[in-house]
């Protein structure tokens, strides 16, 4: 057998295990992406509908459910504010050993127009658990804080 041949079946090995973790962390980046395009968009339809409905979300302002923080946010935005742009930063990606489960964390900065048309600019600290089932992904859990003062 030729060096070369050996070579390109060593560089094959190698390249496998990342390979196969290239569709779901992509898969789970163009979720992220949308997922924040859709709170950025103030779109409460499609950003809601990232979640599962069981999911467990820690805030600032403490722990909460879907059906409490879906009516929370709508009647936040029917105030007049509005999310103007939100950008990911920073993301980090990991997989449990099964593949079914993925933890994304990342900066969330975010440009929001309160009611009083006041502008504020901040960064948040993020992570997101989604879960695979049925052959979807849906977030379980989010933890997002405010960003320590530097």
Do not use: C
């Not at 295990?17 to 979720?31: M, R, S, Y």
């Not at 395009?37 to 339809?45: I, R, V």
């Not at 979640?51 to 909460?64: I, S």
């Amino acid at each position: 057998m030729k060096i070369s041949t050996i070579y390109s079946f060593a560089l094959l090995l190698f390249a496998l295990p990342v390979l196969a973790n290239a569709g779901p962390k992509a898969d789970i980046h163009q979720l992220e992406t949308d997922f924040n395009a859709a709170y950025a968009a103030n779109d409460l339809d499609k950003y809601f509908g990232f979640y599962a409905d069981d999911a467990v979300l820690w805030f600032p302002e403490g722990r909460t459910d879907i059906p409490s923080y879906k009516k929370e946010w709508t009647a936040y935005l029917k105030t007049g504010a509005q999310i103007q742009a939100a950008t990911l930063s920073d993301l980090q990606i990991r997989f449990s050993p099964q593949g079914d489960t993925a933890i994304a964390s990342y900066l969330l900065h975010l440009k929001t127009q309160e009611a009083d048309k006041k502008v504020k600019n901040e960064v948040y600290q993020e992570t997101d658990v989604w879960f695979k089932a049925a052959g979807a992904w849906k977030i379980t859990h989010v933890h997002y804080a405010a960003q320590a003062p530097k």
